[in-house]
């Protein structure tokens, strides 16, 4: 059903990958949260975002439960980082300008879509939007990479991308984060200093990922070729029309903003509970998304 899943007859694209650094990670999960409701309610087609952040850093929930998090948040926050709590699965990641999002919303109502098949779609797209370049994709986890899971995507042992979900009110959206350029062990070396600040030696419940830099790399540095963002993105939309869906572009409208603002709510509640950050109004949103 993986392949089924991709040949949707329309695909609503909206692209917020060039919104530029005021462009906030609670934003994208509130949208997504909306557009889950909106194409699990029949209003949306399936919807395929893309989305970039610049100098931020996206942790899961156990990962504030770290001893020491506030010193941890607080060594990010000096580096130049932006620091979120997301509201779906998995643990710390770091999205820059060289980290391309992607998230695949589909309707669940008449017909369930298993955890796995979520996975194996947005698996599948990978490896025919990459096929072109000559690579070979392992989906499995990878032992010492930030955010390991049963779907890290990996070339040749290293990792260059993440999956999870998210799944509200009949809507499922399935999130991946590609590595595109820049340093992949740099990154994996900011998130394995943030753990070793986090937990300085303590023994704890969650067992936290003991990080390896060198088990981390972006597609550039992988393919040996000059990727960017722009040219994933191109690649992503004809992978998708290959597949014989109708692409067209679009942005929230409508009730999908009164959804966003309820969902943008619940995450500025979230951060200021688990992230040291004070509450602010439901309308302190960064940037128009």
């Known amino acids: ?92 990641v770091v999205l820059d300008s060289g980290v391309l999002n992607i998230s695949l919303v589909f309707p669940e109502t008449g017909r369930s879509i298993a955890v796995e098949q979520g996975y194996e779609a947005m698996c599948a797209l990978m490896a025919a939007m990459l096929a072109p370049y000559g690579v070979t994709i392992e989906a499995g986890e990878v032992v010492g990479s930030y955010c390991p899971g049963r779907y890290d995507l990996s070339i040749g042992g290293q990792k260059f991308a993440g999956i999870s979900q998210r799944r509200v009110r009949g809507g499922v959206a399935v999130q991946i984060y590609l590595c595109v350029t820049g340093s992949g062990s740099a990154r994996a070396e900011l998130i394995r200093r943030f753990y070793e600040l986090g937990r300085q030696g303590k023994q704890t419940t969650f ?73 602010s109004g439901t309308g302190d949103v960064a940037a128009d998304v």
Request: net charge negative.
């Open 1 to 92: 059903m993986s392949h089924e899943l991709l040949r949707q007859p329309k695909w609503r694209v909206i692209d917020q990958s060039h919104f530029g650094p005021l462009f906030d990670a609670k934003q994208s999960f509130a949208t997504d949260d909306a557009l889950c409701t909106a194409v699990g309610s029949g209003r949306s087609d399936p919807v395929v975002r893309t989305w970039v952040h610049e100098h931020t850093v996206v942790l899961g929930a156990a990962d504030t439960k770290l001893p020491h998090i506030a010193e941890a948040v607080s060594f990010l926050r000096r580096q130049g980082y932006r620091v979120v709590v997301r509201n779906s699965g998995g643990l710390a």
């Open 207 to 279: 067992a936290y990922p003991l990080v390896d830099p060198a088990v981390m790399a972006s597609l550039s540095e992988l393919t040996g070729r000059p990727l960017s963002v722009d040219e994933l993105l191109v690649a992503l939309w004809r992978t998708l029309q290959s597949f014989g869906g109708q692409l067209y572009s679009s942005v929230l409208d409508g009730e999908e903003w009164e959804w966003y603002e309820y969902y943008w709510a619940r995450m500025v509640e979230r951060n200021a509970v688990v992230s040291f950050e004070k509450p």
